[in-house]
């Protein structure tokens, strides 16, 4: 059976070191001193590895089951709902008006890592309701927020977001679920809605179900989407439950993975919803939380490589499997261990400077979410929104890759279900599909982003990086040749493909399309060569400065030159493909395939 | 629920039009006729589209159960495979004087490419008895292969490989498993194995163990190693069943995917076992036929693929969703269907490209295996013996990635079990890992291979393609632009590579093994090349020549256009990462991990 260890030094460098969170004038930052954010990653780490982590194989094993109407979680599930609901981690970053902690979204996002490491399905009944919480505060009237948002910061009540329909993922303007306004001024949800996550459970008193839906005789398509609070028992005046709604599980679906979370077919039978700010702007309301449910993906997909990385690592020190070519190492053994043969650390180190480049960019991107919201800074809005499809696509791929290179360290017993590696796997691969497929977050960001505000945001990135090389000479040759030449490489590739796009896009759109999903997977490259950089450049100063923890940090400069020396070039590869054209993507009439 | 259609059409392309085997001297071969191996295929094609595809499904549902220490294979399972064995299936290549139909082992490749698509946990079955079959072919006596082959090409007795203990997989020198001799001249077998595919099921009267043992007292590690003959019922002289042996299941393992093939633990207690060739020599009995083995596991690759890709394809021309950005293509729809974006074109470009290229790369490894066996041919034998690694390796990586980006297309029904993408990408995954994990078989190449024979057979590979470029210019600038000129570029990187390792592998070995798995990868790349070059040119040729099939040629070509613009590339980035050596991979300490 697996385990996992929370990696809380890796996190606290992140944030002590590379980013400095504790000097950030953010409002809340300045609480964020280092004693404090290392006692709350222990007390979340200490939490996830000895509650949740050992529940999740049993998730797996079992699933939901759905009886008599009713689903049930798998065993041990409700008990550590409730300690998660006593140590108030579903609020970390909630209004304490409501009952949160009004912590920073960074320390939110760090926790959640941990929670989606440990037990990604079980993390996902209070991510749900953290996301249907964002809805309703974003967007609720002030008597709505005050009848669900406590009871949803407290995970007494949880949340479902309703978009998907049999017919329509992607394409919501196809969407058949309609509202009809009723004369007490709700309305009558009627149709049927599906992969809907934590859609039942008995963990909880209620469900709130946010339920996007059509008025009739409102806008055609997209336009004419409102979003409705659907909640599965309705809340008398004085905050008690009142009756059962007219909504029913219709199926329990299953799946590859995260079995432990119950995905649900939900049937609306004429249910009572009530409408959520404006009528025809349901999608507006769902796209202001985009952002934090989309990086909330990236998360589990690194946050899964994190833990499968963490049991290969323990399975190559341990195995005993032929000798290291260059001498013996283990002479009292039958064999040398795993770790000593290079094909085994060279995937071992794909895997670790994968993870390590990752968790920095989310923080990044939590750190910008956070200036952009507490703030209220523009500039940080439109660059975390240029990067959040390269978070969610570029690290929920690369996170599914590395537990799948994870379970190969395994050899025969990566196939076996007993030991866990598989899970890993299977529970990742869903983080490339839902909140958006990846191909959809390509051409979010080729598409959308990309142009939004007259390519501001982009040139923005590209400063950041412009201005990181140029302050970072100081550092010598070495540091030069080992990580800023090779950001300078990756960046400029990135900007040719962009200048591609630009003069071939015009005139055939497919010619910027063909190549979206090089071009986010390319953007992530360089989004982890920068991160790469700065961690080896804070891992250098510490050396520079005498740290008493000098193994640490040239284990992180090792690292960052793995990454530079062998995943980085990967950009050169994409420019060429992206350079290619639509022409041989396109070049097939569809019955000719 | 997946269908499968052969793909006999692009099958008898290969075997037709790009390798022209009816016209090879080769013995055998001249019976391959058009007409005849179209009959075959077709046949085949019915048996497995109509019987085995609709099984596939309920095998990973149901998968096999332990019963009284007998193991029942999945419903439908024993009727198909009476009709696998009345058809001839299992014996198609072997000798006719145990009752095989002694056609060329290219015909059983391709045979086997479409019990592998239709259903890849049932053809191990039968899989397993044709390798059994070729140990004792090749190292039992007159009187083993009198007792046990005519029975096992039937398939009415069935076979397994027993290599793989708890503690050892990869290095089988550590092997424990005991053969004691007795007095009648048999052996006394005892321990444990693991991972025995086909280890016992309710399909064949009688099952035919192969067993890695140690006799006592013989050489250490793995040069002590003899192979056994230990059937599950002891066989008596007139041919019938004698006394069940001293062997049990022990368990049987919880897959990540092939539910319908019983993976077992297999304990020998004292069995009685019939030593094969000579003592210690095991080894050498078991890398006989380690090529098939391996090619085998690399047609399973690209076949779980094939079918993955005809799913997925049908998907995409069907599900309605968004609009073309160039113009709308179904107006009296709600929506166009997916093939309609690029993105999806991509997906599916990469996944045709893939499954055409690597069933041409294997068709040509089975002709070389032809060659080498029914003419005596050392180079043949050579030159294949070099590629099978790359067969096993790129195809059951590629395979599985295909699967992978195949799901992808159905969005989030791909990860519904009920629709079958996800048993696809599971089924596949195994691939990855048995007949020698994949990092093994970069090894093998690097290590081994390469060098075999003073390096003649990889000279003998570039003379292959420099002498097809050399022959191919005639097609014109076109052709040279688009295919010629990739492949020769790939093929230098390629030499390059190998021109690192011979300079720098000396002085340190992890050199080169650090970049093994880059090459293989890249040996892969640069053989999909020459071969969607040669399928070019056989197209380019027939459309010359006025061919009444312009659309399929066309088709073909488009298709090695996207190759070779898109995928064939990737060998440089293969080259940088090989070529940054041994250092950013072995820099850390294992305690520093």
């Not at 008995?202 to 336009?223: E, Q, R, S, T, W």
């Not at 910008?368 to 209220?376: E, F, G, S, V």
């Amino acid at each position: 059976m697996p385990d996992y260890t929370a990696p809380t030094k890796d996190m606290l460098f992140v944030l002590n070191d590379v980013l400095k969170i504790s000097t950030l004038d953010i409002p809340g930052y300045d609480e964020l001193e280092a004693d404090f954010t290392a006692a709350v990653l222990n007390e979340c780490g200490k939490l996830t590895s000895e509650v949740l982590a050992p529940l999740n194989a049993i998730g797996d094993q079992e699933g939901c089951r759905l009886e008599n109407g009713v689903v049930r979680t798998p065993t041990g599930f409700k008990d550590a709902f409730e300690q998660v609901k006593a140590g108030g981690w579903a609020g970390l970053d909630c209004d304490p008006e409501y009952g949160g902690q009004n912590m920073p979204y960074i320390m939110a996002t760090a926790a959640s890592e941990m929670f989606g490491s440990a037990n990604m399905a079980f993390s996902m009944y209070q991510g749900l309701t953290h996301g249907a919480y964002s809805a309703i505060y974003a967007h609720g009237s002030a008597e709505q927020k005050a009848t669900y948002l406590p009871k949803m910061v407290s995970c007494e009540w949880t949340g479902t977001m309703n978009l998907t329909e049999p017919h329509c993922g992607t394409d919501l303007g196809l969407m058949r679920t309609k509202a009809e306004p009723q004369e007490n001024g709700s309305y009558a949800i009627t149709g049927q809605k599906i992969f809907i996550s934590a859609g039942d459970h008995d963990m909880a008193d209620n469900i709130i179900h946010l339920v996007l839906a059509k008025i009739p005789d409102g806008p055609k398509g997209i336009k004419g989407v409102s979003l409705f609070i659907v909640p599965k028992f309705l809340v008398n005046e004085d905050g008690s439950l009142g009756q059962r709604n007219n909504l029913s599980v219709g199926k329990l679906e299953e799946k590859m993975g995260i079995h432990g979370n119950s995905t649900c077919v939900m049937n609306y039978d004429g249910a009572t919803g009530y409408l959520v700010g404006d009528a025809h702007k349901g999608m507006r309301a769902m796209f202001t939380m985009m952002n934090e449910a989309r990086l909330g993906v990236g998360v589990q997909g690194y946050a899964q490589a994190e833990v499968a990385y963490q049991n290969a690592l323990a399975y190559a020190k341990d195995r005993l499997q032929g000798r290291d070519i260059t001498g013996i190492k283990n002479p009292d053994g039958p064999a040398d261990p795993l770790i000593v043969h290079p094909d085994i650390r060279r995937n071992l180190m794909e895997q670790k400077s994968f993870v390590e480049g990752a968790r920095a960019f989310t923080y990044w991107g939590a750190n910008l979410i956070d200036t952009a919201h507490r703030k209220n800074d523009q500039d940080a809005d439109g660059l975390v929104s240029l990067l959040t499809p390269v978070i969610k696509g570029f690290l929920s791929d690369k996170g599914f890759d590395m537990c799948v290179q994870a379970q190969q360290v395994y050899g025969g017993h990566g196939y076996i279900e007993e030991w866990g590696m598989s899970q890993f796997a299977r529970d990742a691969r869903i983080a490339m599909i839902y909140e958006g497929a990846n191909g959809i977050q390509a051409l979010d960001l080729v598409g959308r982003k990309m142009a939004q505000d007259g390519g501001k945001h982009v040139m923005a990135f590209f400063a950041v990086i412009m201005s990181f090389i140029g302050e970072s000479k100081e550092l010598g040759d070495d540091f030069e040749t080992a990580f800023l030449n090779p950001l300078k490489a990756a960046s400029k590739d990135l900007q040719a493909a962009a200048t591609y796009f630009a003069q071939n896009g015009i005139k055939n759109p497919n010619n910027a399309l063909a190549g979206s999903y090089d071009f986010m997977h390319m953007f992530g490259h360089v989004c982890l060569g920068l991160m790469w950089a700065k961690m080896a450049k804070a891992s250098h100063i510490a050396l520079r400065d005498g740290t008493d923890d000098a193994a640490f940090h040239e284990t992180k400069i090792a690292t960052g030159r793995y990454y530079m020396a062998r995943q980085l070039p990967a950009t050169a590869l994409h420019l060429s493909r992206i350079q290619s054209g639509a022409d041989p993507v396109m070049a097939l009439d569809a019955a000719n395939f």
